[in-house]
């Protein structure tokens, strides 16, 4: 039995949408010259992708990673894979002037799914979904809590948020997301 | 409710996401200054009315400080610019000359 | 009698019939009814009392502008007081109650306040409540709170529920009539994101209830055509049942969506807060029909006579079989012709102008109807209703020249453009003296973040009032392209300003000429109020009420401000408006809460383990946005014995205290260490790798603002502990420092506070349970005092910290927050044969306390520096510079006289209250008694037997043994002693072991 657990052991609610704790993810922060060769190496060994550009996320398969900001990148990993990755990081970027931190046990991540899923995030966050681009990482606040989301697939966005405020935010979703609630009903 | 230009990741971003942090530019003194000079840095603020220069922290989003040119009147934004700045660019300072000829400059 | 015709009202749906209630009275409307129309239908015109003389009043208007007919709606959970029934849609089952009345709407008592109407003019409040002085608390407040406000507040808790939704567009349009459609066009056509909203639940505004034609068409079908071009748009969003309510710094307008008002139960939310950013803002809200002071115009059955237009037009409802028309304009015309097609009888137009030969007055003569130019309405006869008018010269003093029978009065005042949105973030008026109105100034709107006009207000909004110039404007405005539509009008002659009826009216009939009907003022008030030397508008406003009732004096402001500029003997410009703030009209409460309510009323921060403490009898105590347990209630123990237990439980065997909360921040770098000594107080670049330090942060003012336990994780990392409340300040502080100051440095940061569960194991048993969760060698050669150790308990991935809040056997142990339960579960189970047992904060702090260790929020306020508390061994001497060395040396700081750190020790062994001062000697400059200490922490030691406490006092460390008095409360003086502030295993024996 693995004694790790995410905050709310994937609860879900279905509404007008299906808002789910989507369980552990494996989460590294990595703060350096984003625009290093190493760091470009570092990125592509750990989660095969690109250095994002800002405020993109770059996604391979289940890895992913996130711009945070000019100095900041959000490696994705399988939870897992977390401890393997830090260490594979760290030795990447030796000698280079950087920061690698595990904050997979810091965080929770939620999906939104549905035909109408952006509606459940309007209704919480100060973000303009009509120029949102596809492949964005969008870091806002969900409410009154700090929120990061990005459109994980054709109906689909995930959001990630600290984990202390897992049952807040899943309130929060379920609350949107509640059937007639819909912003734009057919 | 303003919304600011982050010039770090380009959102721009309603004043829920930011964090304010007053006046920009000041000098720091520390050990060694003058009575009068600890107390200017400490405790003297500008409150103009009319063109500010001030701190703002994109808090919900990249986290980064950045500067901010606003008329503190009209609430115009003449424009953000980085944290890491000595003072505001030379060309935001034509740019808001050109719109208060009356201004009577930075510092 | 006001009655429901048998033809006609383009809104309802007679297929359709709704029932309802009215003072438990069973009535009944139709499908598209507002509340007001429905209650005229069923005869229902007086609708509730006025706030001060309780005088009847009925349905004045049809819209957001009426000021009288205010209910209760909803029972229990659904109850909401001075809901407007002109803009509350009728749904079947809708249970309504008058307000402000007792003992019935019928016959009230209060309205012993008419016949004291005299003794009550403006500021009657002020003049009257002032002296004596004690008669304020007893005798006034308690009356005026008896009969102050019109609805009572619910008692029951919401059973609705409300939500935020956040928009951006290019443009946004408020208002949906011609104007707001034309607009709309025109911007969705040049390309540019559109939102469009109106308040009502139906498009087309006042054209479609006067049937013009618009390029040749009805409008109903213009409007209708025009709202289907608008749907096939995806650059467009159109909303019904929403009101622009307020319009905000850089675009920020607010969208009132009353998604379910109309429909409640079907589980939609009640309301819907939209906060727009809007590229730029159009205003087409329209204009309001004023009111005519005419003695007597508050009796129900006097009416707005487009509200009575719109009555028999869209719901059928006649206000009175024999309506008289009062007005000083055209427009009021068109009211007499739909009662006419109505098959109502139009006894006569009262005109006050001195000829009335436009168009619509000579078809309404063609129709038959006596027009009576130059004349006036003297008074209105009537109690609860109108039974007749006495028509005067307009020019006279009010000598009645004929009585006229009737059952409604339908008056034109003219009208005022709606300039509220306008106006609220700072758009200017100018007084436009040919159509006597307040009109946006075009040359001074409100500016957004490029200094640019943020808001165009277009139609009659503008100031506009034919169909053809609204058109125009709007499509002109919002950069249409080719030619606007046309509109087919009747040319109308000027108005003519009419601010009193009879313009030489007596103090009788002005006493009887009401301003604002719900708040009781009237044309004498305002004039009382200039004699009395009230000259701005503001004033005059709050002094005698005028326009600070629910509807803000939509209706009747203008005439207000001009019989104030009359008075003054000033032209209305130089008198001004008072100032326009949002809302529009009220919104709930509920939806400016959205969805912050109940559990997610605000985020609650949970660690790891807050699912155990909550199902093992957690006290809980609010820290930050987290919630700690202050101890753990066990069955039948009351909270003083569960922390009392605790205590010992620790100084005896072994406790478990969860802290998780407190702040982790890795700072990392080649400057890491420079970064750190500039940050805290001592000395952290020194600090070897494995060691664990002690330290404190400052304010640049010197002031100390955090503490925690600094750890050096390798050569060139630092973890740094904060408290519980500082973790995202303390991050955010030197995020501030490394990115504004010392940009230069290599230094980052990372706050992890949330990746680690974290556990305190304290007491003598604290070894013995670790060790047999085993994995790691924990004596204490192997992990001295003051030191970490990385490795695995019990399988957990660990570090290990040997530091001590409790002054016992301790450690400090993080572990992924993600095993963070099964972590605390795991030493709960190992612990048992110890007398493990989880302690909350009460316990700590005690402990803490017993230990003479500070606590900041206890010992700091903001106004205490690290000297203060005896702290200096925690400054280093060594360096130059710390955030906050230089305030520590300026005069006042470094004062012997500041009060300082001591333990204080009742003679008595009582606990002293909290927060005590202790007296001194001598009174100060304003005769009141010196002070010369404080408590700052205080509690009852189980330990000790009895109080100990921490305090300021000045001088306090040289003052050792004396005894100072401490004032409580009922005259008693408390007597303490100083001592040392360690009051316990003061060479700390028991924490090295």
Known sequence: ?186 | MLTLECPYCGVKAEETELQAGGEAHLKRYGPGASDEEFEGYLFMRKNPKGVHFERWRHAYGCGKWFLAARCTATLEVFGTYPAQSTQPPVDLQAKIKAKRPNWEGYK | ?993
């Open chain 1, 1 to 186: 039995m693995s004694k790790a657990v995410s905050a709310l052991g994937g609860a879900s609610h279905k509404g007008f949408a299906e808002v789910a704790e989507a369980g552990l993810r494996g989460m590294i922060t990595v703060r350096g010259d984003l625009s290093s060769a190493a760091m470009k190496k570092a990125v592509k060994a750990a989660a095969g992708t690109a250095v994002p550009a800002a405020r993109r996320i770059e996604i391979a398969g289940d890895k992913a990673t996130a711009w945070m900001s000019p100095d900041e990148l959000l490696v994705m990993v399988p939870y897992e894979a977390a401890q393997d990755t830090v260490a594979a990081l760290e030795k990447a970027l030796a000698g280079e002037h950087h920061l690698v931190a595990d904050v997979s046990d810091a965080r929770s991540v939620f999906t939104i799914q549905g035909a109408k899923a952006p509606e459940v995030l309007m209704k919480l966050c100060p973000v303009d979904f009509g120029t949102l681009a596809e492949g964005e990482i969008r870091r806002t606040r969900a409410a009154q809590v700090a929120a990061a989301f990005w459109k994980s697939g054709a109906e689909e966005f995930t959001l990630v948020s600290f984990r202390s405020v897992a049952g807040y935010v899943m309130g929060l979703l379920e609350v949107s997301s509640r059937a007639g609630g819909e912003i734009f009903p057919a």
């Open chain 3, 1 to 993: 009698m006001s009655t429901r015709l048998s033809k006609g009202g383009r809104l309802i749906d007679r297929s359709k019939p709704l029932s309802f209630t009215f003072n438990g009275r069973r009535m009944q409307g139709y499908a598209g009814d507002t509340l007001a129309s429905a209650l005229l239908g069923a005869d229902q015109m007086l609708v509730g009392r006025s706030f001060k003389y309780h005088r009847p009043r009925g349905i004045i208007a049809s819209g957001a502008e009426e000021p009288n007919a205010l209910v209760g709606l909803g029972e229990g959970g659904k109850f909401e007081p001075n809901q407007r029934t002109t803009t509350t849609e009728l749904f079947d089952g809708a249970v309504t109650a008058s307000q402000n009345h007792w003992p019935s709407l019928e016959f009230d008592v209060g309205a012993i306040n008419n016949k004291l109407g005299r003794f009550l003019p403006g500021g009657f409040y002020y003049k009257t409540f002032m002296y004596p002085r004690f008669a304020w608390k007893h005798v006034f407040e308690p009356i005026i709170r008896q009969s102050a406000g019109l609805g009572k507040a619910p008692t029951a808790r919401d059973e609705d529920h409300y939500e935020y939704a956040y928009a951006f567009a290019d443009v946004v349009v408020a208002g949906g009539g011609i104007a707001g459609l034309t607009a709309a066009l025109a911007a969705a056509k040049a390309g540019k994101r559109v939102w469009l909203m109106e308040q009502t639940a139906d498009w087309g505004g006042r054209a479609v209830v006067d049937a013009i034609e618009i390029d040749g068409k009805p409008a109903e079908d213009w409007v209708a055509e025009t709202v289907a071009a608008l749907s096939a748009m995806d650059n467009v969003t159109l909303r019904t049942r929403t009101m622009a309510s307020g319009l905000f710094d850089h675009g920020y307008i607010m969208g009132y969506e009353r998604v379910a008002d109309h429909t409640p139960g079907d589980g939609r939310p009640r309301h819907r807060l939209w906060r727009i950013r809007a590229g730029h803002v159009i205003t087409a809200t329209g204009a309001i029909e004023r009111s005519l002071s005419f003695a007597g115009n508050d009796i129900p059955g006097v009416m707005l006579a487009s509200a009575v237009r719109d009555y028999v037009v869209n719901w059928a409802v006649s206000p009175g079989d024999r309506t008289v028309i009062v007005t000083n304009n055209d427009d009021a015309y068109r009211t007499a012709l739909a009662l006419l097609d109505a098959g109502l009888v139009v006894p006569t137009v009262i005109d006050a102008r001195a000829e009335a030969k436009g168009a619509l007055p000579e078809a309404v003569r063609a129709r038959g109807v006596r027009v009576l130019a130059g004349h006036g309405i003297a008074k209105v006869k009537g109690g609860k209703r109108v039974t007749g008018v006495s028509v005067c010269i307009q020019e006279g003093e009010g000598a009645e020249i004929e009585a006229i029978a009737c059952d409604a009065v339908a008056m034109s005042g003219g009208w005022s453009p709606v300039v509220h949105l306008w106006s609220h973030c700072g758009g200017k008026l100018i007084w436009d003296a040919d159509r006597a109105m307040f009109r946006p100034d075009p040359n001074r709107p409100a500016t957004g973040d490029d200094g640019a006009a943020m808001v165009t207000a277009v139609g009659s909004a503008n100031g506009h009032l034919t169909a053809d110039e609204v058109l125009t404007d709007a499509h002109k405005a919002a950069g249409g392209e080719g030619k606007a539509p046309a509109a087919a009008i009747e040319a109308e002659a000027p108005m003519m300003p009419v601010w009193i009826m009879p313009q030489g009216a007596g103090p009788a009939l002005r006493m009887k000429m009401w301003l604002d009907p719900q708040n009781d003022v009237k044309v004498s008030d305002v004039q009382l109020a200039a004699r009395e030397g009230y000259e701005s508008v503001e004033h005059t406003k709050r002094y005698t009420t005028l326009g600070m009732a629910t509807d803000q004096g939509k209706m009747s402001n203008i005439n207000g401000l001009a019989i104030l500029s009359d008075a003054l003997h000033r032209p209305i410009p130089e008198t001004g408006t008072t100032t326009f703030r949002p809302p529009y009209t009220p919104i709930s409460i509920g939806a400016i809460a959205g969805e912050a309510r109940g559990d997610i009323f605000q985020p609650l921060r949970r660690t790891p383990m807050h699912g155990w403490h909550e199902t093992h009898g957690a006290h809980w105590e609010p820290v930050g946005l987290w919630r700690r347990p202050y101890c753990f209630l066990r069955t039948g123990e009351g909270v003083h014995d569960a922390v009392n237990r605790e205590i010992r439980s620790v100084r005896n065997a072994v406790g478990l205290l969860d802290a998780s909360t407190l702040g982790k921040i890795i700072v990392k770098g080649p400057d890491a260490g420079k970064f750190l000594d500039m940050l805290y107080t001592n000395m952290m670049s020194t600090l070897p790798v494995g060691k664990c330090r002690y330290g404190l942060m400052c304010s640049e003012n010197g002031f100390l603002s955090d503490d925690g336990v600094v750890v050096r994780l390798s050569e060139d990392t630092w973890l740094c502990h904060t408290t519980t409340g500082g973790a995202d300040r303390i991050h955010g502080w030197m995020e501030d420092w490394l990115q504004c100051e010392w940009w230069d440095w290599k230094v980052y940061t990372a706050n992890v506070t949330e990746q680690y569960a974290q556990v305190a194991i304290a007491g003598p048993n604290a070894r013995k349970l670790l060790e047999k969760l085993g994995g790691m060698d924990l004596s204490k050669e192997a992990i001295p005092f003051m030191e970490w150790r990385e490795g695995t308990l019990g399988g957990f991935r660990a570090r290990v910290h040997r530091i001590s809040f409790s002054g016992e056997l301790s450690f400090e142990v993080a572990v992924p927050a993600s095993e963070g339960r099964a972590f605390w579960d795991a030493l709960l189970a190992a612990g048992e044969e110890f007398g493990v047992a989880p302690y909350g904060t009460e316990a700590m702090h005690i402990m803490r306390a017993e230990k003479g260790f500070i606590m900041i929020g206890d010992e700091t306020d903001g106004t205490v520096i690290p000297q203060d508390l005896n702290l200096q061994w925690a400054i280093s001497k060594k360096k130059a510079d710390y955030l906050g060395k230089r305030a520590q040396e300026r005069s006042h700081m470094a004062s012997p006289d500041r009060w300082k750190l001591v333990g204080l020790e009742t003679l008595d062994g009582s606990v002293i209250p909290d927060g005590a001062y202790a007296v001194a000697e001598g009174v100060n400059a304003n005769g009141q008694r010196n002070m010369q200490g404080r408590v700052t922490s205080t509690y009852y030691s189980p330990t000790l037997n009895k109080g100990i406490a921490m305090g300021l006092v000045k001088h306090g460390p040289d003052r050792m043994g004396e005894v100072i008095d401490f004032p409580v409360d009922d005259g008693k003086v408390v007597k303490a002693r100083i001592v040392d502030p360690v009051f316990f295993d003061k060479d700390g024996e028991k924490q090295n072991v």
